[in-house]
Nanobody
Framework: QVQLVESGGGLVQAGGSLRLSCAASQTISSSYIMGWYRQAPGKQRELVAL??????NYAASVKGRFTMSRDNAKKMVYLQMNSLKPADTADYYCYVKIRGNEEYWGQGTQVAVSS
């Protein structure tokens, strides 16, 4: 079982930046699919960024502003968020899919962007 712990959330003004971190409890294989999702109040959880091998796909709403990276050796995944907007306000979750139905979620970290 993999435990994921997010950190780095907080309150920021529109136009500002935050860097979210996700620490995994065990070594991350390059074969693992890893990603970031978010869930705004009253809305469904949505994909923010998903890394598969050498490719990372971003939601259209964050493309060009957010950058996902991972350091497998350090068991860390990051989400650099720039030019934040009030619409980015949500709980952000780290996600890993190891194989088949074996997938895990972090507990989430709150991001609030004020206008």
């Amino acid at each position: 079982q993999v435990q994921l712990v997010e950190s780095g959330g907080g309150l920021v003004q529109a136009g500002g930046s935050l860097r979210l971190s996700c620490a995994a409890s065990q070594t991350i294989s390059s074969s693992y699919i890893m990603g970031w999702y978010r869930q705004a109040p009253g809305k469904q959880r949505e994909l923010v960024a998903l890394n598969v091998g050498d490719s990372t796909n971003y939601a259209a709403s964050v493309k060009g502003r957010f950058t996902m990276s991972r350091d497998n050796a350090k068991k860390m995944v990051y989400l650099q968020m720039n030019s934040l907007k009030p619409a980015d306000t949500a709980d952000y979750y780290c996600y890993v899919k190891i194989r088949g139905n074996e997938e895990y979620w972090g507990q989430g970290t709150q991001v609030a962007v004020s206008s």
